[in-house]
């Protein structure tokens, strides 16, 4: 009965602990956006395309140690209002001036930070600096695929205030993770001159507001319509018995979201592939072949550092996991 009653208790805790951020998706996103870039940018990013999948997730590593993280990766567009929510002023300033810096941060600056990254990268670009560009290109890609995810642009971020706890694993991860590999096509052309990248990114996190009911909506009716038994099941991951949502389940919501995840993440490709194209030609179409390719020592301790703080601190519960806040 012992043994049992332990058996039970670990399968609660990994449930909790197998909805983590999409870490598989931000990958595949930052992976195969380096396809759609022109042969002049591809000596530098084709030879170093595993750097830049493996460090698509450095800034949700870092929101562990570095407090004022967290808030870049989404914003409450719904706090401000009604869709447009024209009450939110575009540009930083306007919008801390009207509201305060703190309230701002507090609810999210996604599409602020996205421009902050941009104007970095130019500048790396500018520089020929081979450390600062792959980095800010890995991490702009990461932050421009959290605001393509509906529930980043959104107060009820993980169905907490609707008792759907967990449907921000299941859109972001669970979904990719299930189905990505044998049915959605990645391929979304050439990256494009993006000529206002802060109208650009405001349009796609209001498009990802627009769906965040839809979201949360089409997963309720599912529930309602499904038997717990069939909602959810036990399965084997890396030799550890999860309890995770059924295959079943995780079909049937991306039939009724009309393949919606898929969409976002070939959105997000392209976008992150045009970003960095953008910020390429607005420093001039700098020479890439003839870059020296180095890391220093201090790139190397940063790397380490993120790392080492992930794997201290990563096991935090899933509601932890998926908000922490400017700040706290």
Same mark, same amino acid.
């Given at each position: ?38 042969? /002049? ?228 490709? /392209? ?25 220093? /020592? ?31």
């Amino acid at each position: 009965m012992h043994r049992k009653l332990i058996l039970v208790l670990q399968m609660i805790l990994l449930h909790k602990l197998c909805f983590c951020w999409g870490f598989y998706a931000h990958k595949e996103i930052n992976y195969h956006a380096v396809f759609s870039l022109p042969p /002049a940018m591809l000596v530098l990013y084709k030879p170093n395309i595993d750097f830049l999948k493996e460090h698509a997730v450095d800034p949700d590593k870092r929101r562990y140690a570095v407090a004022e993280e967290g808030c870049r990766h989404y914003i409450d567009l719904n706090r401000y209002g009604n869709y447009p929510f024209e009450t939110l002023p575009r540009k930083w300033e306007d919008a801390v001036e009207k509201f305060g810096e703190e309230a701002v941060t507090a609810h999210g600056i996604v599409p602020w930070w996205v421009q902050v990254m941009h104007r970095r990268l130019t500048s790396a670009f500018r520089e020929r600096n081979f450390s600062a560009i792959l980095k800010l290109s890995a991490e702009i890609g990461h932050y421009i695929s959290d605001a393509h995810v509906p529930l980043h642009a959104h107060s009820n971020y993980n169905g907490q205030l609707t008792n759907q706890h967990g449907i921000h694993g299941l859109w972001e991860s669970r979904i990719p993770e299930l189905l990505a590999a044998k049915q959605f096509n990645y391929f979304v052309g050439k990256a494009s001159y993006i000529s206002s990248p802060d109208t650009f990114i405001w349009k796609v996190v209001l498009e990802s507001a627009a769906a965040a009911d839809t979201v949360l909506r089409e997963e309720k009716k599912l529930t309602e319509d499904i038997s717990p038994d069939r909602k959810y099941a036990f399965e084997s991951r890396n030799g550890i018995i999860l309890r995770q949502y059924s295959s079943y389940f995780t079909e049937a919501y991306n039939d009724v979201l009309g393949n919606m995840v898929e969409r976002r993440m070939r959105q997000s490709i /392209a976008a992150v592939a045009s970003f960095w194209y953008t910020a390429w030609v607005d420093a001039g179409q700098p020479d890439l072949l003839n870059i020296e390719p180095h890391f220093t /020592a201090e790139d190397i301790s940063d790397f380490n550092y993120i790392d080492r703080l992930w794997r201290q601190t990563g096991n935090l519960p899933d509601s932890s996991r998926l908000r922490i806040r400017c700040g706290e």
